[in-house]
């Protein structure tokens, strides 16, 4: 039965029978959808990360341009989340003024961990985000450098992230001669 059947059927009932329904509540809309979505409905998403992704190292350039839309107004964590690697999110989400709040979810109901929504309905095609090992491996990239992310790497591989995927660059740090000197480099 679809929603437009379960709201004739309420409004179809006599006054007692609504009274009983608003006391024991009535179906929630699209429940099973809002359950995947934070508590969202789907077309409210501009983007939407896994668990795992939120947990890799780094930000996703697609979340931090989501927060930045101008229809962006709040920031949504699963609690399964660990805050820690979330707090890059959080506090550009706080800097745009955007509304935080975690959600509580039965570990069975979904694996998303982070949602960017608006207020009213987007429409977004594509609100999930690629994970780095598929688009390292789409742009030619050493599938080991997902492992250095946030560290220092070799002159060689900077320039190749740099070449094949300027827009992960952020997410590392080009060695220098003093770090060369140390025996800091960790890659190559």
Sequence with gaps: MDQKEKIKRIT????????????????DIKADE????LGQFRERVLIALT????????????????????RARKLILNRQVNLDRAAD??????????DFTTVSTKKNDTDIGLIVA??????????????????????GLDPKLINL????????????IEAKAP????????????DKITGVQKCC
């Design 12 to 27: 179809s009932k006599d006054p007692l029978e609504q009274a009983l329904l608003k006391g024991h509540g009535v179906n």
């Design 34 to 37: 809002k359950k995947i979505y």
């Design 51 to 70: 668990i795992n992704q939120v947990h890799q190292p780094g930000t996703y350039p697609e979340v931090t341009d989501s927060i930045k839309h101008s």
């Design 89 to 98: 999110y959080i506090n550009l989400a706080r800097d745009k003024n955007l």
């Design 118 to 139: 608006a207020d009213d309905a987007v429409e977004e095609e594509h609100i999930f985000v690629k994970d780095l090992s598929e688009r390292f491996v789409e742009v």
């Design 149 to 160: 992310i946030g560290e220092k790497i070799c002159r060689s591989c900077y320039k190749d």
């Design 167 to 178: 827009e992960l660059l952020h997410l590392f740090k080009e060695v220098t001669f003093l």
